[in-house]
């Protein structure tokens, strides 16, 4: 199946900072999502975004599918930014239904 | 509405109790997911259901029964569980694929802690 290489692993940052969180892919991207698991373990969808470029307020993602990669902008951070992200892409192969997730970013957002 | 429950939001259980996990959506959509995710790990695929039919068994252990009991339910039944299954249970739903834009939507959780 496809392989999901997120970077960095770890992020702290300052109230205010800008960052932005990475997924490289071992195969097409078609599908791609991105999700922002809070402290309580809750999976937020934040973008379905298998091409191109898609904002939502402080937050934009831009998928490159001929390069398979995908990138995650966070403007202006606060402290409820704070938590896990992770990149997911659907099996193109025989498990149709598979997501595989990347191992995700922990996000520390400082006051 | 964009929106997957499940209940108990927490379930602390001994190793000879049975207890259920219950999912519901209401967004029409014909596939729906079991996930078990440790700490520090992204969420593991258990189980798919396809239009009310098992789908897919990522080789789960028969102490975990699920059970869809119509389009929009998903159970998972528990009984005499290890220690080593205590993690946060997700559920899931999507689009069957083919069917349109393949987005899973998670429901927040149970925290399970097995004794």
């Known amino acids: 199946g496809i392989q999901v290489e997120q970077s960095p692993p770890d992020l702290i940052l300052q109230e205010g900072a800008n960052s932005t969180l990475r997924c490289n892919f071992s195969?097409?991207?078609?599908?791609l999502q991105w999700f922002h698991q809070n402290p309580w373990g809750q999976l937020i969808n934040l973008f379905y975004?298998?091409?191109g470029t898609k904002q939502n307020g402080r937050l934009s993602a831009t998928t490159v599918a001929t390069e398979r990669y995908s990138l995650l902008y966070i403007s202006s951070s606060q402290t409820t930014d704070s938590g896990v992200y992770f990149c997911a892409e659907k099996n193109s192969g025989g498990s149709n239904y598979k997501l595989t997730f990347g191992k995700g970013t922990l996000l520390t957002v400082n006051p | 509405d964009t929106e997957v429950t499940q209940t108990p939001k927490h379930l602390v259980m001994g190793m000879t109790n049975k207890k259920s996990l219950k999912c519901e959506q209401h967004?029409?959509?014909?596939?729906m997911y079991w996930y078990k995710q440790k700490a520090k790990k992204p969420p593991e695929l258990m189980f798919v259901?396809?239009?009310?039919?098992?789908?897919i068994n990522e080789s789960v252990p028969s102490r975990f029964s699920p059970e869809c009991p119509n389009s929009s339910l998903l159970n998972l039944h528990l009984h005499a569980l290890q220690p080593e299954d205590s993690a946060l249970y997700l559920c899931?739903?999507?689009?069957?694929?083919?069917?349109?834009?393949?987005?899973?939507?998670f429901g927040p959780g149970t925290r399970l802690t097995v004794t």
């Open positions: 899931a739903s999507s689009q069957v694929p083919g069917q349109g834009p393949y987005e899973q939507y």
């Open positions: 975004i298998p091409s």
């Open positions: 195969d097409s991207v078609n599908n």
């Open positions: 967004m029409g959509h014909r596939a």
């Open positions: 259901y396809s239009y009310e039919k098992l789908s």
